[in-house]
């Protein structure tokens, strides 16, 4: 059998290589919807054969992924980056990335734990995008910074996020933005693929080995199904629609 889409090859890998998957399917001869809980639980179990390690070896992700993924979001969103510092609000601190004609740095948010106490919230100076929940900064942004709030799909579910946030999951990343001409939340297509399952929206990230993800259920998944763009044919998550 000769698999030609991404979606298809990622889970024949996971099937073949995937201890997490490989037990399911022998079970029940499908792949039920992976939870967060389950994930961080067996997260163990969702390493490849060929890329498990101990977790005290375990070097984590590369940076420059999660900026690529940040990146491409972005660039959804309507959001250039050439010639801007793009800041991530974040719980650790990372060394600086320089990629993309600009350079990616962490801010430290309220929760971070540091030798010094609480942190201060304190904003770049432009021009910069800042990347952050909504209400993070403390008061308004300084002259040429340019705050882009991000969202999870469970708070998408009761309040519909503005047009240029982005979608992030802190256990999957950057999976999308909501594009600013049509208001749509757009999946980056090269990353994820969504589709139905069990009555929820179940993802597959495409280019995460590990650890593994397909059918990942992100909270709030039940209350959006994946459609097409009306405006421009890629696909989309919309909110269900509730019976009259």
């Known amino acids: 059998m000769r698999l030609t889409q ?7 890998r996971a099937l073949r290589t995937v201890p997490h998957y490989r037990e399911r399917y022998a079970a029940t001869g499908t792949l039920p919807p992976l939870t967060r809980d389950e994930a961080r639980l067996r997260r163990h179990l969702l390493m490849p054969l060929d890329a498990a390690l101990l977790p005290r070896r375990d070097p ?42 600009t350079t990616w740095r962490v801010l430290l948010d309220a929760t971070a734990e540091t030798d010094g106490g609480p942190t201060r919230r304190a904003l770049p100076e432009g021009p910069a995008l800042v990347v952050g929940d909504p209400g993070w900064a403390d008061g308004p942004y300084p002259d040429g910074v340019v705050g882009v709030a991000r969202f999870g799909l469970a708070a998408a579910a009761v309040a519909p996020p503005a047009p240029g946030s982005l979608w992030y999951e802190p256990w999957l990343g950057y999976l999308g933005a909501v594009a600013p001409d049509c208001g749509e939340l757009h999946l980056d297509t090269a990353r ?10 179940v993802l ?13 259920e992100p909270e709030g ?13 890629g696909p989309v998550l919309r909110p269900v629609r509730s019976p009259r």
């Open 6 to 12: 991404p979606y298809d090859r990622t889970v024949h």
């Open 60 to 101: 984590g992700r590369p940076p420059r992924d999660h900026v690529a993924e940040l990146r491409e979001a972005l660039r959804i969103a309507g959001h250039p980056v050439r010639g801007v510092d793009v800041y991530e609000v974040a719980r650790a601190l990372r060394d600086p990335v320089r990629a993309y004609g």
């Open 192 to 201: 994820v693929h969504a589709r139905a399952l069990d009555g929820s929206t």
């Open 204 to 216: 597959t990230l495409l280019r995460r080995r590990r650890p593994t993800f397909v059918h990942a």
């Open 221 to 233: 998944g039940g209350a959006f199904r994946p459609e097409r763009c009306p405006r421009h044919g």
